[in-house]
């Protein structure tokens, strides 16, 4: 059984590969998502009215299954600093997990350094705010309100405890856009937010701001293994149906 | 120094997935996981001593900026410096460490908790003036039917509404749960893959 595993991520390891190399030739088609219009959007004015974002990148924990939402927040936070890293207000990042924070330090200390303003960077940029998702929740809260921010960017793992940073942001007229990878924290972010983003939406920021065409070959692929599942699915309910399995 | 960081990436990387798959071939490779891993955790430890020095450095600049908000910073560092010296001191497993716990942090906690009742259903009240939509109607008169459907009235359940209300829960509710999942599993494996190959490196260097 282990084999089959292994021999469907070679698959689709592969097949990442090859579109990758294909997505780099060919531009790229999406379609709209209005809360990654949005977000372009507001990066931009962002830099224009000199205020400045905040991405929350949630407490999701790089050793275990919340780690892909993680990933992909730091992926995005990596585009943002490079996009945002001139502004009279630069972009400040939040973690509820240290060693999310670290790489959250991390990425926008790359981020400064391939927009060619490394002196720049101010450590204090990107933070811890606390050690469990309650104890984030409760020390970003401040963050929107307090540092002249115009956008709030909730996107990683989150509970319902999102509920308290969108209210807070909210309070001080930010904008906020989210997507948690987490059931009860999408629920809550479709209530709290202006625009949220649904599911695998989460991971296609990088795609939608221009990331690069690995991140749109990983749209690719993951719009060919779901609509594998779909056929199997169906076809494992006619089975079913028809008295085969 | 970048290839260095992407190549001990990779290969860690791939060191624990080939622990995984490949240990029936190469038994030494399930040694080499848990020694990857636990190297993962020990490193973990170490960011979180990291990461409570970042609040109190972004707490302390604070402070001494005379930042909104400081005097809340001031009581958090001393909160956080005099706890971390009463656990070293005094042990985690003693009742003056357990006071604080069962004392003040599970309750603050709890009291979060409760802001967050409000906090959401000031939330739903607001959904349609923020957004008119078919979308936060549907969203909103499920909330409604489910809330109508579960909770116990003094007259009794509502004809049909608590059949209505078990059914969008075990079968709508399940089923777009197990969508929603399946597209963010396949989102973590093919962002997964993006780090193994080094396309996304959140780990260092431009």
Known sequence: ?245 | MRVITVFIAIVSGLAVLGGYFLQDFFPVLTQVQTLVLNWAIILAGVAALGGILNLISVHTGKVRHSEKGSIYSALLVVSLVVTFALGIILRPEHSAMKVVMSGIIIPTEAALMGILTISLLYAAIRLLRRRVDVMSIVFLLTAVFILLGSATLPFGDIPLIGTFARWVTQVGALGGMRGILIGVALGALTTGLRVLFGADRPYGGS
């Open chain 1, 1 to 245: 059984m282990i084999i089959i595993e292994l021999i469907i991520l070679a698959v689709i390891a592969f097949l990442l590969l090859v579109i990758t190399l294909w997505k780099r030739k060919s531009p790229a088609k999406l379609r709209e998502i209005p809360a990654l219009a949005q977000l372009s959007r507001m990066l931009g004015l962002s830099v224009e009215d000199g205020t400045s974002l905040h991405i929350s990148l949630g407490s999701g924990n790089l050793l275990d299954v919340r780690g892909g939402s993680a990933l992909a927040g730091l992926a995005m936070l990596r585009h943002i600093a490079e996009r945002t890293s001139v502004s009279d207000e630069p972009p400040v990042a939040s973690a509820g997990d240290p060693v999310l924070g670290l790489l959250a330090q991390d990425t926008l200390q790359a981020g400064y350094q391939t927009a060619g303003v490394k002196e720049l960077y101010a450590h204090t940029s990107g933070r811890v705010a606390g050690l469990s998702p309650f104890g984030y929740a409760a020390g970003a809260m401040n963050i929107p309100q307090d540092e002249n921010v115009s956008v709030n960017i909730m996107i990683g793992h989150f509970g319902p405890e999102v509920s308290l940073l969108a209210e807070a942001s909210e309070r001080g007229s930010v904008t906020n856009l989210g997507a948690s990878d987490n059931l009860a924290g999408q629920a809550v972010l479709f209530a709290n937010t202006q625009e949220s983003l649904i599911g695998e939406e989460l991971f296609s920021t990088g795609a939608y701001l221009g990331a690069g065409a690995s991140h749109l070959a990983s749209l690719t692929v993951q719009d060919i293994l779901r609509w594998l599942i779909i056929l199997a699915l169906l076809g494992g309910a006619v089975a079913k149906f028809m008295g085969i399995i």
